[in-house]
């Protein structure tokens, strides 16, 4: 749900240091918000405080939320903290690989190109739908 982001209310929160706000409110706005940020029925964060300060740095007015009804502190706490242990990086080898495959997509070699080509000349001529 859209919730106005003048609305929400931020606490005290353990994580002090935000990082690169820029970077995180650039994938906002090329991609949109893919996570919601969590609230309470009091719209007290819970968590997504940097994808609320990227918001707030885009402009937004409202933000996606989803509504946790947690019984008390210690489930928030518990909420805020797990939400930042349990996500996982990629690997180095892996974020390599990402990027070469970015890159073959973006600029596919002569052949790639021909092939692509052949493709959709066929899919055009026989009304073949991807």
Do not use: C, H, Y
């Amino acid at each position: 749900m859209q919730v106005p982001i003048e609305d929400i209310k931020v606490k005290k929160r353990i994580r002090k240091e935000m990082g690169d706000i820029a970077s995180l409110a650039d994938s906002m706005k090329r991609f949109g918000q893919i996570s919601p940020i969590v609230i309470n029925k009091n719209n007290i964060l819970i968590a997504g405080e940097r994808r609320l300060r990227a918001a707030q740095t885009l402009g937004w007015r409202t933000i996606n939320a989803v509504i946790a009804d947690l019984p008390g502190k210690l489930a928030k706490l518990e909420w805020e903290v797990e939400e930042n242990l349990q996500r996982r990086d990629f690997a180095p080898g892996e974020l390599v690989e990402a990027r070469k495959q970015i890159q073959r997509m973006r600029n596919p070699g002569f052949f790639r190109r021909i092939f692509s080509a052949i493709i959709r000349f066929f899919k055009m001529l026989f009304r073949i739908e991807d």
